[in-house]
């Protein structure tokens, strides 16, 4: 709607945040009318980086279409690839083996630790903080080689197949993930005391972007935006899949609403996947990584359903199968997507710096709100 | 409330409806026209409370186009899938972004991606496919992609 | 020893024994400009180097490493490449304006260059309302931030501009409150009086708590009146892409920036001054003899040092803090800094009254 | 008592912002902390992980034999048309035609180093190279024969 920009009658201005803008992290487009530094209205314009996965998988076959999911919300690929995996599984009735189960839900929150460092660091560059992006990045570094050591990837694995996953876990993994753990609890107070503390951080995020448990709700929010405002909507403890329900953990719920609140639900939720990891480092089954699958998988016919608990919130993956090796149509119900939805009933009213903070604690990847 | 009692509750309230078999979930199939009769029974009565909309979708079956709809209730966690079957010429169904606001994007992208026309919607335009868009809505079968690198 | 001083006092005295009066003057005045225009590239070039060196050891980095021994040419080569870039006016931007903006930025900095004491006895101008001065120039700068920010016909410029002004206006105040408690303390506007106030002692030793709330408040006031983070809103990179110089290109771009760095010596200059002494060596009461071993040490080390120093500080703040936002960035300095520099000001000065310092 | 709050919330916003700048202090004089690698520098210790993906290769032994038999099980399991097989009929020394591969096109331009050809070939006639330095100044020199001119398949594998 390039045409509309400029000023409207009430002398509001409307610009242009993006595609190109450094706060929006990815082609995300949002045209925004202010009235001086104070939001009136927020339109995203979305599409940049639309690859139409759900077409695409359309004639790629259920192995082949993990890989593409990768593509989505990369930062916690192995989730979505998780995902897709359980729904073939749970359609086509293989039995995972037990050490399959523990392998992924182990990568899993692996990669949940590593999104929350990447949106932390990401965060606190909008707000303006430079220093912590880098310190983020070392300890996302080391989960990153551990990936590196495993799947041999650092960013779209491809690594968990129907029936179990790719490859075993690379003899060095649990050495490797225990040096980490030991240098995350020693770090992960800094985090604190560069942020979390700091005055003008909290000054920041305090009442700012609120959003109530009713309109969060309506909104469709997920994951620990809607967690923030005081929802329960943990995937992993309604509908456990894999190892879940074998684990001790805490959902991490914040009652503020607000851009605090949706910030120590993530720093929490980082230490609640280190116990998650613990609990499993020591006692993982022996046995086969994989079952044996058909090489030609066909889904029966019917509908499925899949729900798993990504960085961002509850990934859907909705499958109509008419029989074939391809499925017939996918949705992929992003948690991006609906967490952008929000976006506008958030920021209107609240100055052009706090827009950020929003973006921020909503933790949009674009490639996952576009798909 | 589990499949069953959610089945028999919905045939109680919903004297006309019809359930398709085979899912995990409970699945109602309701005319378009009744869509604006179910919807907010769903969101309101307080044994269903169904106020999260989680999924929205249409899928084309070539002879017609069909909505689908995901709900779910925070409070009592059961979930209910709703389909609609529309006409594959003349696509149109009332929006439900009223009664739940997620709607509002799900019920663009159908729009663009399916070409299904959401009556009262506050504000159907395109989202994701660029401006001045002209030709089939991608997501229908017969859309043919003249450059698609991966279809071997 | 060779002091600049001595320098400065031999180079008069063959310009006056060679050429007629007339002449002397015209050719100190031209020397003098070549100086400055020469501190100007070589600080733009330290301080660059500086700041990338100090934000990437904060950062667990390495910093510039490759351009001469230790990347010591680093901003070298940048400047280069900002020399031979295209200068671009945007259609639709006012072009005098636009083009005029960036060499008032840097006129304003090289005037507020004028009064300082760099080294004992040296000084461009040594005017007796130097502090004065400082204050009066120091607020035009804002004026090419705002010719900036409308010039450049976007608007992102000008929100950037308009924060920028209000923002500089508004610190402006506590900035002068916390100078005028050293003007209270020693009763003289011009520089070299304040430092040979502190030949027993700087102010920061001397002047108890009240200086050391005045020199804190002057140090976020001048942070903020430079436009550095944390309070860099006029580009606030996040928010405006780049405020008042998101149009600006090549040289012009670089002219903005030599300003900023200039302008943080210049105000870190003037704190060293006004509390840390100047280039008044690091003196206690009447131990003479720990006195004249500090006056070994050139006086032009002791300036430059200081300065340095708090451009360290100020550093250091750059990438330790999140940035304020709009509204409490004003909140910050009408709520907090103002009444409490109008409370410490009260305070200075009766302690001037009562003799209470050392 | 307004007073007092108000002190004390300045003091302890000074406090909370000291606190950040110890910490940042601490990382600037410990430059033992520093995790920069220098890569094109550090390219002779530079060691990737053994899985690492880098592209496609089909190791050979030393008298120029691969294991690969042309069943073209990776270029269906390719989901983009990554892999051409390209097959042709050997005869062997009884007379009998044998299927066998010609060439194995692989287009590194298309590859999403996936990783399902290598899972799914049934005689691992093919791995993962641990390069990563692909760039060249000519897209055509992406597209590859896997299989060395001459090569044969390894006696036994079928």
Not at chain 4, 97 to 116: F, G, Q
Request: charged residues 20%; glycine residues 6%.
């Amino acid at each position: 709607m390039v045409e509309e920009i400029g000023t409207t009658q009430d002398g509001d201005l409307i610009i242009n945040v993006g595609p190109q803008h450094p706060a929006t992290h990815g082609v995300l487009h949002l045209v925004i009318t202010l009235h001086g530094e104070t939001i009136k209205k927020v339109e995203p314009h979305l599409g940049y980086i639309h690859r139409s996965i759900e077409k695409m998988c359309e004639s790629l076959t259920y192995r082949q279409f993990i890989y593409v999911t990768s593509r989505m919300d990369y930062l916690s690929s192995h989730i979505n690839n998780h995902g897709c995996a359980l729904l073939v599984e749970r359609a086509m009735q293989i039995e995972v083996p037990a050490r399959a189960q523990v392998i992924r839900v182990l990568m899993d929150e692996l990669t949940r630790i590593a999104s929350h460092e990447l949106w932390w660091g990401a965060m606190a560059m909008d707000l303006g903080a430079f220093t912590p992006f880098f310190h983020a990045f070392r300890e996302r570094e080391m989960i990153n080689e551990i990936m590196e050591d495993t799947c041999g990837a650092r960013l779209t694995m491809n690594y968990m197949v129907p029936g179990g996953v790719q490859e075993d876990i690379h003899p060095d993994f649990v050495r490797k993930v225990k040096e980490f753990i030991a240098l995350f609890k020693r770090k992960v107070d800094e985090y604190d005391e560069m942020v979390t503390d700091n005055i003008i951080f909290r000054k920041r995020m305090e009442n700012v972007g609120v959003i109530s448990a009713a309109d969060a709700i309506s909104y469709g929010l997920s994951g620990p935006s809607l967690r923030g405002s005081g929802v329960s909507c943990d995937v992993r403890k309604y509908y456990p899949y894999d190892v879940y329900n074998q684990v001790q953990f805490e959902e991490i719920i914040e009652t503020g609403g607000d851009s605090l609140a949706r910030y120590m639900v993530r720093i929490r939720e980082m230490k609640q996947s280190i116990s998650i990891i613990e609990q499993l480092l020591d006692g993982i089954p022996d046995g086969d990584f994989c079952a044996k699958t058909k090489a030609v998988i066909k889904l029966p016919k019917g509908e499925f359903y899949q729900r798993v608990e990504t960085a961002r919130g509850e990934l859907g993956i909705y499958v109509v199968s008419e029989g074939a090796t391809t499925p017939y149509r996918i949705k992929f119900r992003s948690p991006g997507f609906s967490n952008l939805s929000a976006l506008d009933h958030m920021a209107r009213g609240s100055k052009i710096g706090d827009l950020v903070a929003m973006m921020g604690t909503l933790d949009l990847v674009i490639p996952d709100i576009d798909r | 409330m589990s499949n069953e009692e959610l089945k028999a509750k919905l045939s109680e309230l919903i004297p006309t409806a019809t359930f398709e078999e085979g899912g995990e979930w409970t699945t109602l199939l309701i005319e378009p026209k009744a869509l604006m009769e179910v919807m907010p029974l769903m969101r309101n009565d307080v044994a269903f409370n169904m106020d999260y909309l989680f999924c929205l979708t249409a899928v084309d079956w070539k002879t017609h186009i069909t909505m689908v709809y995901h709900l779910t209730s925070t409070t009592y966690r059961h979930n209910l899938v709703i389909k609609s079957k529309l006409d594959k010429s003349k696509p149109e169904i009332e929006t439900v972004c009223l009664i739940w606001r997620s709607a509002e994007f799900l019920e663009r992208e159908v729009y663009e991606l399916f070409g299904v026309n959401f009556i009262n919607h506050p504000d159907l335009r395109l989202l994701i496919l660029p401006d001045g868009w002209e030709g089939k809505n991608p997501l229908l079968k017969d859309f043919d992609d003249p450059i698609n690198m991966i279809k071997l | 020893m060779w002091s600049i001083s001595k320098i400065a006092s031999l180079v008069h005295e063959w310009l006056s024994n060679t050429f007629s009066a007339t002449w002397v003057t015209v050719f100190e005045m031209v020397i003098a400009g070549v100086l400055v225009i020469s501190l100007f590239a070589v600080l733009g070039l330290i301080l660059v180097m500086m700041e990338r060196k100090v934000s990437a050891w904060i950062q667990i980095r390495l910093g510039p490493n490759r351009v001469g021994p230790k990347g010591m040419f680093q901003s070298a080569a940048d400047t280069v490449k900002l020399l031979v870039k295209e200068g671009m006016t945007p259609n639709g931007a006012d072009k005098l304006l636009f083009n005029v903006a960036p060499f008032l930025a840097i006129v304003v900095s090289m005037l507020l260059m004028a009064p300082l004491a760099f080294a004992k006895d040296f000084t461009l101008w040594d005017i007796n309302i130097g502090v004065l001065y400082v204050s009066a120039i120091s607020s035009v700068s804002v004026i090419s931030i705002l010719m900036a920010g409308w010039a450049s016909n976007n608007k992102y410029s000008l929100m950037g501009a308009m924060r920028s002004g209000a923002q500089i206006v508004s610190y402006e105040l506590s900035a002068g409150l916390s100078i005028m408690a050293i003007v209270v303390l020693t009763g003289s506007l011009n520089f070299n009086d304040i430092i040979l106030s502190q030949a027993d002692g700087w102010w920061i030793f001397k002047g108890h708590l009240p200086i050391w709330i005045a020199f804190i408040v002057f140090l976020i006031a001048v942070t903020a009146e430079t436009n550095r983070a944390p309070f860099d809103l006029a580009e606030a990179e996040s928010e405006l892409t780049a405020g008042f110089h998101t149009e600006y290109s090549g040289m012009k771009f670089a002219l903005f920036f030599l300003a900023e760095y200039v302008n943080v010596f210049i105000v870190c200059a003037i704190g060293a001054t006004l509390f840390l002494g100047g280039w008044m060596p690091f003196h206690i009461g009447h131990w003479d003899g720990f006195n004249h071993i500090m006056d070994f040490i050139p006086s032009s080390l002791w300036f430059f040092g200081k300065t340095f120093f708090l451009i360290f500080l100020i550093m250091w703040f750059r990438w330790s803090f999140p940035r304020l936002r709009i509204d409490q960035l004003l909140n910050l300095e009408w709520k907090y800094l103002l009444p409490i520099s109008m409370v410490n000001i009260l305070l200075v000065t009766a302690m001037a009254i009562l003799k209470w310092h050392f | 008592m307004y007073l007092v709050n108000y002190i004390k919330e300045v003091l302890s916003a000074l406090r909370s912002l000291l606190i950040g700048m110890r910490r940042t202090l601490f990382y600037f004089t410990h430059h033992k902390e520093i995790i920069t690698e220098q890569y094109p520098d550090n390219r002779a210790t530079l060691k990737l992980a053994d899985r690492f993906k880098g592209e496609v290769v089909m190791p050979h032994n030393e008298n120029n034999e691969h294991r690969c038999t042309g069943c073209t099980a990776c270029e269906l399991a390719c989901p983009n048309g990554t892999i051409k097989v390209i097959t042709k009929f050997d005869i062997t020394p009884e007379g009998k035609k044998k299927k066998a591969i010609d060439k194995l096109v692989y287009h590194l331009e298309l590859c999403t180093m996936c990783n399902l050809c290598v899972y799914a070939c049934p005689s691992d006639a093919i791995k993962m190279a641990q390069t990563f330095e692909h760039s060249v100044f000519d897209r055509n020199q992406l597209t590859k024969v896997l299989n060395f001119p001459d090569s044969k398949i390894m006696d036994g594998v079928e």
